[in-house]
């Protein structure tokens, strides 16, 4: 048995999930759910993810887990993506949880809008673009004095960082303005084969 | 050296830091550093965390590390407070992301708003109230068949989502209305000496 991935192929989050598998050679099934069209909220799904969300995957046992960034944690433990050290493993969680609070709910947001609901730019929340912007920032500031988030190698920090990061021009994000970031996101692509 | 904690006594997410050191007997010094009053914005603090954020804490050789459930989770490692077990870690991990994206950014603004910015509940923001429900059903239905969130010993999970749980009442939420939570609330609390 091999695991099964739920997810939509628009979605960073679940792209997080297929890169990490890909990168590790895990073996999968992707069956695509479509958050758009409502698969994501049938009584079937919800059976397997209360939540309502992909991506959702089944382990080979058949048990669920859900949450893109848990996910990941989980299929790569023991691999070189989850530093050995305490405390950089500590440093990208810490950058785990914040993409999670304070760039996926800005940064994501507004791309999915522009992109998928075809909401003009000027049109979205301003304090999405606000936020957004204080996101990349962060990230252009956190990548001052190292290659990847976490040192020298890539680590979940970047899989988990660089989903939503690398389409936020597709929310109207000028990442022209981030030149670290950019040379970072051509780095993470590299390192996991995604460009 | 001891840990130092950079925490406002007055956040859900700081005192997951407290209640986690206190469990553990991690010795640590507390200073005490005001949200509302702008204590987490002033240069020398952004200097240690750019996200201008508590709970912050500098471990005992002076290294920062933000982010609540990135704390607690290092502070954690080894102990019974994270499942020995892979898949329960990575059901622990699924309820800690999903606490941070779907219950603290409806759960514990509401009832910052309400109680810290006196904020009449109904002049909440509709969508708040909505995913705070969503939320507090969901922790209902993830206790139907266990005493905590992972199996029937508490974890980090619990530490993370009783945080706001227990105070969503000063947020306008009524947990009558969620019986196995109030129950959980109770056994949490307990567990932890937080009563």
């Not at 992909?54 to 058949?62: E, F, K, S, T």
């Not at 790569?76 to 950089?88: K, N, V």
Request: aromatic fraction near 10%.
């Amino acid at each position: 048995m091999v695991i099964t991935i739920y997810g939509d192929s628009i979605s960073g989050n679940c792209l997080k999930v297929k890169w990490t598998a890909d990168h590790l050679g895990v073996a999968y099934r992707w069956l695509e759910t479509g958050v758009l069209n409502g698969e994501t909220r049938t009584a079937e799904f919800l059976a397997m993810n209360p939540a309502g969300q992909v991506p959702l995957v089944l382990l080979a046992d058949g048990r669920p887990l859900a949450q893109s960034n848990a996910i990941i944690l989980h299929l790569a433990e023991g691999s070189p993506l989850i530093p050995a050290d305490a405390y950089e493993r500590a440093r990208m969680l810490e950058w785990m949880f914040w993409e999670q609070y304070s760039h996926e709910p800005y940064v994501a947001v507004a791309r999915f809008q522009v992109r998928y609901l075809e909401k003009p730019v000027g049109d979205l929340e301003p304090r999405i673009v606000e936020r957004g912007l204080q996101a990349l920032q962060r990230l252009e500031g956190g990548l001052a004095t190292s290659s990847f988030l976490v040192g020298e190698q890539p680590s979940l920090a970047d899989v988990a960082l660089v989903a939503y990061t690398r389409v936020a021009g597709e929310g109207g994000f000028d990442l022209d303005a981030f030149p670290r970031v950019q040379a970072w996101i051509a780095r993470v692509e590299a390192a996991l084969g995604i460009a």
